[in-house]
């Protein structure tokens, strides 16, 4: 069981740094919302250990420098992880649709925004599938409903407290991110918004994902996908893995 909205999340006070209390909260909850088979890792762009230009990738070179930054925090979480695998020394380039080549046996995912990157690795003899997505948690405002959700999605959003709308839309909006990154690797496909239904359950902090799309379900044997999330004042964290066939 995994509670939906951490009430120890970091609060705004004078003089904390909102940064480091961020960080310190996704390394106490984003592990707990995976099996303990995978290893996680947060890492900030600011941190002297990132290394700057990112490798060589000519797209990157030419970025500006917040995404070179957001790029090789995002690795930089990716090693953290990978060294807790006992993995060193890895280079995860950039696939043909940008998602990350892991090393061979390893399945993954990252996420970075405002500062912060999260990545989260596995063996894939344990572990099929990783999908993970971070964003400020009132990031999704109202105008974006109709582009992003179902009818079912607005009409349970539209059901929820004024003030808590953007919490839930945003945390649907992640839930649909973090299965996305899930099933590319696994079936080289493009999901629109559209082509997913998530139902939440505020209660347990999980949420259940109805695919959409016919390919993705051929491919993955399945309609249903199962995440779980953590909502806090500042971020929003979705988390999905699949278990290799027979063990889900
Ligand atoms: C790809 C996408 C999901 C990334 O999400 P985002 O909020 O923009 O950015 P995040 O920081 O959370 O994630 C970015 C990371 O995702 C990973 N990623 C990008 N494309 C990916 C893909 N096709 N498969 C797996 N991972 C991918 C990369 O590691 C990337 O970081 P990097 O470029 O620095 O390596 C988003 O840009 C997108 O295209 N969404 C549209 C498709 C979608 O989400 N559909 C939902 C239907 S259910």
Redesign the pocket.
């Known amino acids: 069981m995994h509670p939906p909205i951490n009430k120890a999340a970091p609060s705004h006070h004078a003089g904390e740094d909102d940064m480091a209390l961020s960080q310190q909260w996704l390394e106490r909850v984003g592990p707990a919302l995976f099996p303990p088979q995978c290893a996680l890792a947060v890492q900030r762009y600011d941190s002297p250990d990132i290394l700057l230009p990112p490798p060589n990738d000519a797209a990157l070179n030419r970025a500006i420098e917040k995404r070179q930054r957001?790029?090789s925090a995002?690795?930089a979480a990716a090693a953290t992880a990978l060294s807790r695998l006992d993995v060193s020394d890895a280079v995860i380039a950039?696939?043909e649709?940008?998602?990350?080549r892991w090393p061979d046996g390893i399945v993954g995912?990252?996420?970075?925004?405002a500062g912060l990157?999260v990545a989260v690795v596995a063996r894939q003899e344990k572990i099929l599938g990783l999908?993970?997505?971070?964003?400020p948690t009132e990031a999704v405002k109202e105008a974006l409903w109709e582009s992003l959700f179902n009818p079912t999605e607005i009409k349970w959003l539209s059901e929820k407290n004024r003030e808590q709308q953007a919490r839930w839309a945003t945390l649907i909006f992640c839930a649909?991110?973090s299965?996305?990154?899930l099933q590319?690797?696994l079936t080289g496909q493009?999901?629109?918004?559209h082509?997913?239904d998530v139902t939440v359950s505020l209660e347990t902090g999980e949420f259940l994902?109805t695919?959409l799309q016919p390919l993705v379900i051929e491919k993955l044997s399945r309609t249903r996908f199962a995440g779980r999330f953590a909502s806090g004042p500042i971020f929003t964290l979705t988390a999905m893995h699949l278990e290799p066939a027979g063990k889900s």
């Open positions: 957001e790029f995002g690795r950039v696939g649709n940008r998602n990350p995912s990252i996420t970075h925004t990157a999908g993970l997505d971070l964003e649909k991110e299965f996305y990154k590319y690797p493009w999901v629109g918004f082509e997913a994902l695919c």
